[in-house]
């Protein structure tokens, strides 16, 4: 199979519709589109993605290439992207290319048999080739070459939109920063009001007491005074009793004594009448 020219129109990066014949042999075409490449292999052996690197969204791209079969016969191969592919044949009478087929099936079986084409991953990869990939460049040669045809203006502007996106970045986290901080802002300036509000409510409170502050200050401590003597009785209540005892017959308790016990006293041994009687003062 030979390939003798190549259609297109409406095609990313070339310009509006044109044709270009291919001589026999090896034949280099020279061009910073990096949509030509896939517009010679798109009509041959379409992809799922020739849609966004062809089209370039001015109306319906079209894509065909020329191409001689092995009986030395002239066809050519259209596809409209996002359509379907249209295999027509070079009538010598009329000197015109008449159709031959729409069916998918019936060109693939066309190339494959009447064309000799190979598989579509061995044609693309070895008859249709960029400069980079040739084998006499490789290496720092390759490096080289490549960088001949590197869209400098395009690579200048992608340069600038990274450095405008990551300014953007940095401002949008600034932003966040701020918008966080005014957040805690508004949540303890919240707890102020709140906390004043509390103090307002008991400043309120105390006007309306009878004491002042100092007077509620030492009622607070003599109560206080209060609570720890009276804490300390039952405990002195506990110690007399363990020392002492219960005496025996006794129905009063602590130090109690029965009518018949003698007590000294200053009235000359006088007896003490009742069966309960204590020293000690009743606490």
Not at 21 to 39: E, I, N, T, W
């Given at each position: 199979m030979q390939l003798t020219e190549l259609l297109f129109q409406k095609v990313k990066d070339l310009p509006g519709e044109?044709?270009?014949?291919?001589?026999?042999?090896?034949?280099?075409?020279?061009?910073?589109?990096?949509?030509?490449?896939?517009?010679?292999?798109?009509?041959?052996?379409?992809?799922?993605?020739?849609?966004?690197?062809?089209?370039?969204?001015?109306?319906?791209?079209?894509?065909?290439?020329?191409l001689v079969s092995g009986e030395g016969k002239s066809y050519r191969l259209l596809r409209e992207l996002g359509g379907s592919r249209q295999l027509l044949r070079f009538d010598a009478a009329t000197k015109k290319f008449a159709e031959v087929t729409e069916d998918q099936l019936e060109i693939d079986s066309f190339l494959r048999v009447e064309c000799g084409m190979p598989p579509g991953d061995a044609y693309t990869g070895f008859f249709v080739l960029e400069i980079n990939e040739l084998p006499s460049l490789r290496g720092k040669a390759a490096a080289a070459a490549s960088e001949a045809y590197v869209d400098q203006p395009r690579v200048r502007a992608l340069k600038e939109e990274l450095e405008m996106t990551k300014k953007f970045e940095a401002t949008q986290d600034r932003l966040f920063k701020v918008a966080q901080r005014l957040h805690d802002l508004k949540v303890l300036a919240q707890n102020l009001q709140d906390a004043e509000t509390d103090l307002a409510a008991v400043q309120d409170e105390l006007k309306r007491s009878p004491w002042s502050p100092e007077e509620i200050k030492d009622l607070t401590a003599k109560a206080s005074?209060?609570?720890?003597?009276?804490?300390?009785?039952?405990?002195?209540?506990?110690?007399?009793?363990?020392?002492?005892?219960?005496?025996?017959?006794?129905?009063?308790?602590?130090?109690?004594?029965?009518?018949?016990?003698?007590w000294p006293s200053s009235s000359g041994g006088r007896r003490w009448p009742g069966s309960?009687?204590?020293?000690?003062?009743?606490?």
């Open positions: 044109g044709q270009l014949s291919l001589k026999s042999g090896y034949v280099a075409v020279v061009s910073k589109a990096s949509s030509l490449r896939v517009a010679l292999t798109a009509p041959v052996c379409p992809a799922p993605d020739d849609p966004k690197r062809l089209a370039d969204g001015a109306g319906p791209t079209r894509v065909g290439v020329g005074r209060t609570s720890r003597r009276s804490d300390r009785r039952p405990r002195r209540r506990c110690r007399l009793r363990s020392r002492c005892g219960p005496a025996a017959g006794s129905t009063g308790g602590c130090c109690s004594a029965s009518a018949s016990t003698r309960r009687w204590s020293p000690f003062l009743p606490l």
